[in-house]
C-alpha cells in the first residue's frame, strides 16, 4: 500500500491522477487481466444504449449455454465469477433501463443451469449461490415491468420450480410475490392443482411434496393462515412447521389457538428450545406472567441458558433477584451440562465457576477452547488454580489428540499456566507444577514438533 512519496494509496490520491491517466493504467492492465478485461467491457456496455447491452449480455447467455467444457473445482470457481458478472449486469445495469428485457433474459440465465451443472463440479457451492441470487433478481425484474402480465408471470414462475433439479429455484413464490399479484398467484394455483392431479397415480412422490410446498408458499404469500396450516397438515410437516405456524398465529393475535400448538407440538429436543421461547412470548402477551416464569425457570433448568436467565431475574421484583440468581448458580453448580455451567458461572459467580473446574475438570471437553479460554482468563485474577486447570485441559487435549496444527495454541496456554503457577497456594489434590510438567514430559516426550515449539518458548520439561 505504499507510494513513493510516502502518503500511500487512497482513493483522493489515485482520483487525482485525473480519467485520462487512469484510463491508460486500466486499459494497460486489462491485457494481462482476463476479468478486470471483462469488467471494463460490461462498464463500457452498460453506458451505452440499453438494446446494445441487452443483444450482448444475451449473446453471453448462448455462449455460456453452447460450451461443453468441463470444469473441475478450480474451473468451476472462474465459471461462477463470469456468471456472476452476467447475472449482475443484468440486474444492476439491464433491469433499470428496460426491466422487461432484463426480467426475460434472467429466465434464459436461470435455464442455464442445468448444463452448467452437469459440466461442472460445484462442490464449494458459488455457482448455485448464483443462480439462487439470480431467481430472486428475476422476481424484482418482473415486478418493475408496469404492464407484465401475470398470468404469463405465473406460467413462468411454474416452469422454473418444475424443473429445479439442482435445488437453486427454491423458495421461487416469495421473491415473485410482488411480481405474481392476487391474479398471478391464484393463476399458479391452477397450474399446480392441475399437475398435482396428473400425479395421482403416484401420491407420496418427492414431485407432489414438491407441489405442495409452493401451494404452502401461495397461501403464505397471500395471508391465508388457515390455508397455510391446512397445508401443513395435509403434507404431513406440521410439526416441522410449526414454530412459523404458531408465530403467524400470534401475529393475527390468535393467541390461545397459538399457545395450545405450542403445548402439544411434537418436536425433537434439539427444536424445543424455540418452541419454549415462543410460548413464554405467548404467555406474556396473554398476561399470564406467572406461567411465563415458571417456564422460563423450566427453560433454563433444561438449558442453562444466559439469555434465559436474564430474562427470568429481569421480570421478577428487584427484591427477589439475589435470591433467584442464588439458586440458578446452585443449579448450575450440579448441572450435566459442565460447560454450559461454566459459561454461565464466569459470568455471574467466579467463586462457584472455580469450584466447579477444580471438581470436573476431566468432564470438559477440550475442543471446546471457546469457552474454556475466556473462562481462564476470566478466573486467573481471583483463581489461579482455576485458570490453570483449565490451560493444562487445553493443552492436553492438542496433545492427546495429536493436533500438531495447534501446537501452537497448546504452548500458549502451558505458558500462561506457567505464569499463573506461581500464585496458587493450594492445589487442591491437583498435580503442582514440577509433577505436572514431569509427566507431561514423560507421556508426550516424542512430539518433536511440540518440544521444539516449547523450547522456543522457553519451556523445554525433558531436560
Same mark, same amino acid.
Given at each position: 500500500?505504499?507510494?513513493r512519496?510516502?502518503?500511500?494509496?487512497?482513493?483522493?490520491?489515485?482520483?487525482a491522477?485525473?480519467?485520462r491517466?487512469?484510463?491508460e493504467?486500466?486499459?494497460?492492465?486489462?491485457?494481462?487481466?482476463a476479468?478486470?478485461?471483462?469488467?471494463?467491457?460490461?462498464?463500457?456496455?452498460?453506458?451505452?444504449?440499453?438494446?446494445?447491452?441487452?443483444?450482448?449480455?444475451?449473446?453471453?447467455?448462448?455462449a455460456?449455454?453452447?460450451?461443453?467444457?468441463?470444469c473441475?473445482?478450480?474451473?468451476?470457481?472462474?465459471?461462477?465469477?463470469?456468471?456472476?458478472?452476467l447475472?449482475?449486469?443484468?440486474?444492476?445495469?439491464?433491469?433499470?433501463?428496460?426491466?422487461?428485457?432484463?426480467a426475460?433474459?434472467?429466465?434464459?440465465?436461470?435455464?442455464?443451469?442445468?448444463?452448467?451443472?452437469?459440466?461442472?463440479?460445484?462442490?464449494?457451492?458459488?455457482?448455485?449461490?448464483?443462480?439462487?441470487?439470480?431467481?430472486?433478481d428475476?422476481?424484482?425484474?418482473?415486478?418493475?415491468?408496469?404492464?407484465?402480465?401475470?398470468?404469463?408471470?405465473?406460467?413462468?414462475?411454474f416452469?422454473?420450480?418444475?424443473?429445479?433439479?439442482h435445488?437453486v429455484?427454491?423458495?421461487?413464490?416469495?421473491?415473485?410475490?410482488?411480481?405474481?399479484?392476487?391474479?398471478g398467484?391464484?393463476?399458479?394455483?391452477g397450474?399446480?392443482r392441475?399437475?398435482?392431479?396428473? &400425479?395421482?397415480?403416484d401420491?407420496?412422490?418427492?414431485?407432489?411434496?414438491?407441489l405442495?410446498?409452493?401451494?404452502?408458499?401461495?397461501?403464505d404469500?397471500?395471508?391465508?393462515l388457515?390455508?397455510f396450516i391446512?397445508?401443513?397438515? &395435509?403434507?404431513?410437516?406440521?410439526?416441522v412447521a410449526?414454530?412459523?405456524?404458531?408465530?403467524?398465529?400470534?401475529?393475527?393475535?390468535?393467541l390461545?389457538?397459538?399457545?395450545?400448538?405450542?403445548e402439544?407440538?411434537?418436536?425433537?429436543?434439539?427444536?424445543?428450545?424455540?418452541?419454549?421461547?415462543l410460548?413464554?412470548?405467548? &404467555?406474556?402477551?396473554?398476561?399470564?406472567?406467572?406461567?411465563?416464569?415458571?417456564?422460563?425457570?423450566?427453560l433454563?433448568a433444561?438449558?442453562?441458558s444466559?439469555?434465559?436467565?436474564?430474562?427470568?431475574?429481569?421480570?421478577?421484583?428487584?427484591?427477589?433477584?439475589?435470591?433467584?440468581?442464588?439458586?440458578?448458580?446452585?443449579?448450575?453448580?450440579?448441572h450435566?451440562d459442565?460447560?454450559?455451567?461454566?459459561?454461565?458461572?464466569?459470568?455471574?459467580?467466579?467463586?462457584?465457576a472455580a469450584?466447579l473446574?477444580?471438581?470436573?475438570?476431566?468432564d470438559?471437553?477440550?475442543?471446546?477452547?471457546r469457552?474454556?479460554?475466556?473462562?481462564?482468563?476470566?478466573?486467573?485474577?481471583?483463581h489461579?488454580?482455576?485458570?490453570v &486447570?483449565?490451560?493444562?485441559?487445553?493443552?492436553?487435549?492438542?496433545l492427546?489428540?495429536g493436533?500438531?496444527?495447534?501446537?501452537?495454541?497448546?504452548?500458549?496456554?502451558?505458558?500462561?499456566?506457567?505464569?499463573?503457577s506461581?500464585?496458587?497456594?493450594?492445589w487442591?489434590?491437583?498435580?503442582?507444577?514440577?509433577?505436572?510438567?514431569?509427566?507431561?514430559?514423560a507421556?508426550?516426550?516424542?512430539?518433536?514438533?511440540?518440544?521444539?515449539?516449547?523450547?522456543q518458548?522457553?519451556?523445554?520439561?525433558?531436560?
Amino acid at each position: 500500500m505504499s507510494a513513493r512519496n510516502g502518503d500511500g494509496l487512497s482513493v483522493e490520491a489515485v482520483a487525482a491522477l485525473g480519467a485520462r491517466r487512469l484510463a491508460e493504467l486500466l486499459v494497460r492492465h486489462a491485457g494481462g487481466d482476463a476479468a478486470l478485461a471483462a469488467d471494463l467491457d460490461m462498464a463500457l456496455l452498460a453506458a451505452g444504449p440499453a438494446d446494445r447491452l441487452a443483444e450482448a449480455l444475451a449473446a453471453d447467455i448462448r455462449a455460456i449455454d453452447a460450451d461443453r467444457r468441463d470444469c473441475d473445482t478450480t474451473g468451476s470457481g472462474g465459471l461462477a465469477a463470469t456468471l456472476d458478472r452476467l447475472r449482475a449486469a443484468l440486474a444492476g445495469d439491464l433491469a433499470p433501463r428496460a426491466p422487461r428485457r432484463a426480467a426475460e433474459l434472467l429466465e434464459r440465465f436461470l435455464r442455464l443451469d442445468a448444463g452448467v451443472f452437469a459440466r461442472c463440479d460445484d462442490a464449494d457451492g458459488l455457482i448455485g449461490d448464483v443462480f439462487r441470487l439470480a431467481v430472486a433478481d428475476c422476481g424484482r425484474a418482473w415486478a418493475a415491468v408496469p404492464d407484465r402480465d401475470p398470468c404469463r408471470v405465473a406460467e413462468g414462475v411454474f416452469e422454473l420450480f418444475a424443473e429445479n433439479d439442482h435445488g437453486v429455484r427454491d423458495d421461487v413464490v416469495p421473491v415473485f410475490r410482488d411480481a405474481l399479484g392476487p391474479v398471478g398467484l391464484d393463476a399458479l394455483e391452477g397450474l399446480i392443482r392441475h399437475r398435482l392431479g396428473a &400425479l395421482s397415480a403416484d401420491p407420496g412422490s418427492w414431485r407432489e411434496a414438491e407441489l405442495i410446498r409452493v401451494l404452502i408458499e401461495i397461501a403464505d404469500a397471500r395471508g391465508d393462515l388457515d390455508g397455510f396450516i391446512a397445508l401443513h397438515e &395435509l403434507a404431513g410437516t406440521e410439526s416441522v412447521a410449526v414454530n412459523d405456524i404458531c408465530e403467524r398465529l400470534a401475529a393475527a393475535g390468535r393467541l390461545e389457538e397459538a399457545l395450545e400448538r405450542t403445548e402439544r407440538a411434537e418436536v425433537p429436543d434439539w427444536r424445543r428450545g424455540d418452541i419454549d421461547r415462543l410460548r413464554i412470548g405467548i &404467555l406474556h402477551r396473554l398476561g399470564r406472567q406467572a406461567q411465563a416464569q415458571a417456564q422460563r425457570r423450566a427453560l433454563f433448568a433444561r438449558t442453562l441458558s444466559p439469555t434465559v436467565l436474564e430474562e427470568y431475574l429481569e421480570a421478577l421484583p428487584a427484591a427477589e433477584r439475589p435470591a433467584a440468581l442464588a439458586d440458578a448458580v446452585a443449579l448450575a453448580r450440579g448441572h450435566a451440562d459442565v460447560h454450559g455451567a461454566l459459561d454461565l458461572l464466569v459470568r455471574h459467580d467466579l467463586d462457584a465457576a472455580a469450584a466447579l473446574v477444580r471438581e470436573r475438570v476431566q468432564d470438559v471437553n477440550p475442543q471446546l477452547y471457546r469457552v474454556l479460554r475466556p473462562a481462564a482468563e476470566r478466573l486467573a485474577g481471583a483463581h489461579p488454580l482455576a485458570a490453570v &486447570l483449565l490451560r493444562r485441559r487445553l493443552a492436553d487435549g492438542v496433545l492427546e489428540q495429536g493436533q500438531a496444527a495447534a501446537y501452537g495454541y497448546a504452548v500458549m496456554d502451558l505458558e500462561a499456566a506457567e505464569r499463573l503457577s506461581g500464585a496458587v497456594v493450594d492445589w487442591a489434590g491437583h498435580p503442582p507444577a514440577d509433577a505436572y510438567r514431569r509427566d507431561l514430559a514423560a507421556r508426550h516426550r516424542q512430539k518433536r514438533g511440540f518440544w521444539e515449539r516449547m523450547r522456543q518458548a522457553g519451556l523445554d520439561w525433558r531436560r
